[in-house]
């Protein structure tokens, strides 16, 4: 098991991509290891090979993945994940009636795997700036107190 934590996203217009990266830095200023990597080069498989995961995934159209996350979502209900621990930011426009479902699925779909969740899945709008920084501190907190 790795001690890096992984933060995956799953973009559409790069914003996921964007908080991913800040998220990274933020977590190596506070001498964590931390690697980033897009749902779509990351094979499902591979999260058994990690102790945390901070997942950032957009919603796309009415609830869906983005269009090249589908492998990583595909492969989740077989893996078997008891010892790994994850954080859901899901983002999203409340504009449409499945706000953030993709993340929700995300979210659902780690825990039926087994894996533990650091802290509740946070839910972003358009306006997410300050729901970022409150996931973003929550799940600092929960690794520092790991």
Partial sequence: MS????ILYASVSGTAEELA???ARKLRAADLAAEVANVADFPAVSLAEFDTVLIIASTWGEGEPPPDAADFVAALPVLHLPRLHFAVLALGS???PQFCAFGRRLDEGLAKCGAQRLLARVD???KLKADFERWLAGV???LGAR
């Fill in 3 to 6: 001690s890096t934590v992984l």
């Fill in 21 to 23: 990266t800040l998220t």
């Fill in 94 to 96: 409340r504009a449409y």
């Fill in 124 to 126: 972003c709008d358009t």
């Fill in 140 to 142: 600092r907190r929960m």
